[in-house]
């Protein structure tokens, strides 16, 4: 019964996390999108660099 009783408490939180990712995808594209549109000259510094996004630093964090 414990089996049981965890596999469907696990259920319900991969639905839950499943419903929310289109959600997330669509919020981190229109983040890019915006971010390229606003700061065009970041945004290709970025990409030429081969990265999809700009380093890490104290101030993203905060």
Known sequence: MVIRSRAQTSMVKVKA???ALPRG????STAGTN???RHPALADVVKDAG???PAERDHHNE
């Not at 995808?25 to 981190?28: L, T």
């Open 17 to 19: 996390i499943a419903e």
């Open 25 to 28: 995808s669509e919020s981190i």
């Open 35 to 37: 971010a390229e549109s």
């Open 51 to 53: 990265r999809t996004r």
